[in-house]
């Protein structure tokens, strides 16, 4: 009976030991920084797939569907002032100064006109991804340039302009922003009309969304990989269910002229949104939506909540169709990534990473690394904000930043007994580049 009792309490003391090892405790021990410096060069050597960046020259005007309005506010991290960006210039251009003075901004123009005339085309911008160690880089653009090599580039193609085909005079009035951007979209529509040799809007509603059917099928032949709404931009992203009967008598009655008012407006983009979010998934074509904070003096955060769109997603018509929430819904991640419950729901981490710190954006990262880590990925969410700050810059923040958020927040996770090594490095490839790559199986190289 004594040995039996023995037996049990070294049992037990085994079972509790094992019990003890496996039990995720609340802080990081001493032993964090050993981990992170371990887990940092071999997440540095993971080849990125950026799924969400907006490359290009600052003088192209097919960087966007849209530009920033005047005197808006940048926060802190993304002013031309940031230090880090003097390190990202040196780091991908040899830049020897310590600031961005006039005469030393000077010396980084002209390196990169260099650089250009080097190499010429599409090399340019290769050479910029290979420094980073970016395998490619998913371009949101208007149009895509000559100057970015396909291969490496996938085209992310705007769709909002669908949504504002009659007169806009109400729309562009509403303020300034507005002003700036309502006729963006008509700029945008007319391009896809010429694309399509159409010289006026069809006079039937049948023949508007064959239109818009032959734009976004031509535009997926042409290597389109997704297509892109920043619709929280320009209006509400609450969407009610209304009937094409509805949709179709408001389109006949201001295709010829006229304005509608806002209630009438707004019927036919809800009808337009859901129309292309169900050809995304009868042409198995991702759907991206812009759900974060954005640029602008008007940009209403309370109607733009990332949780507006929870209807959309939970659709049972959608479930075909990939949605990619842009940016997470900052600053309501610790929100969003529950809607990555959802078997067709992912969120992109782009903005994140420059709006915050790394120390800040760690937590982010860890917050979805314990939640959903197959549905996050990775975006720099570059940006060409002048001759100096180009998309370069701006992509070397967004990839070192995510790289040593990563790690950090891996590390905790592995110092707190959350995860193994191991499954961190796996969690590490998954985010940086494996869970988007699965997502356009077939339309990436």
Known sequence: MGMIRRGFFALSVVTASILSAAQA???????????????????????????????????????????????????????????????AAEALFGYPYSDFSAEHAKWLIEKKAELKKQLPGPAYFDFILDKLNTESSVANRAMMADYLDPKRFPWVFFVDSFMWPFNNERETGRNPDE????????????????????????????????????????????????????VAYFRPTTFSDPSRVQA???????????????????????????????????????VHIHTAAAIGNYFNFSESNVMNFESVLRDPRYTSTI?????????????????????????????????????????????????????ITFGSD??????????????????????????????EMISENEITEARALEMAHAYLHDTAVKLYAGRVH
């Open 248 to 286: 179709e008598d408001i389109y006949q009655r201001f295709v010829v002229g006229g304005i509608p008012s806002e209630k009438e407006y707004r019927t036919f983009q809800d009808f337009i949104f859901r129309f292309l979010v169900q050809e995304g998934g009868r042409l198995h074509l991702p």
């Open 25 to 87: 405790r609340p802080l990081p021990g001493p032993d964090v920084q050993q981990i992170y410096q371990r887990l940092l060069p071999q997440i540095e050597k993971i080849p990125a797939f950026d799924h969400h960046a907006h490359p290009g020259f600052a003088d192209d005007p097919d960087i966007d569907a849209m530009a920033a309005p005047p005197n808006f506010s940048d926060p802190l991290r993304t002013r031309d002032d940031n230090p880090e960006l003097v390190a």
């Open 179 to 230: 002003g700036v951007y309502i006729p963006l979209q008509e700029k945008m529509l007319h391009r896809w009309m010429q694309q399509e040799n159409i010289s006026k809007l069809p006079a039937s509603f049948s023949d508007y969304l064959k239109f818009i059917t032959q734009v976004v099928e031509d535009n997926s032949r042409r290597g389109g990989i997704a297509m892109k709404f920043e």
């Open 382 to 411: 570059c940006f060409p904000y002048n001759d100096v700050l180009g998309s370069e810059e701006s992509y070397w923040l967004g990839v070192q930043s995510s790289r040593t958020a990563l790690a950090a927040a891996l590390a």
């Open 323 to 375: 949605f990619v929430l842009l940016h997470g819904g900052y600053p309501l991640e610790r929100d969003a990534i529950w809607l990555a419950a959802m078997k067709n729901v992912y969120l992109d981490s782009s903005l994140g990473e420059l709006i915050q710190y790394p120390s800040a954006f760690k937590d982010t990262l860890k917050m979805w690394l314990e939640t959903f880590p197959e549905k």
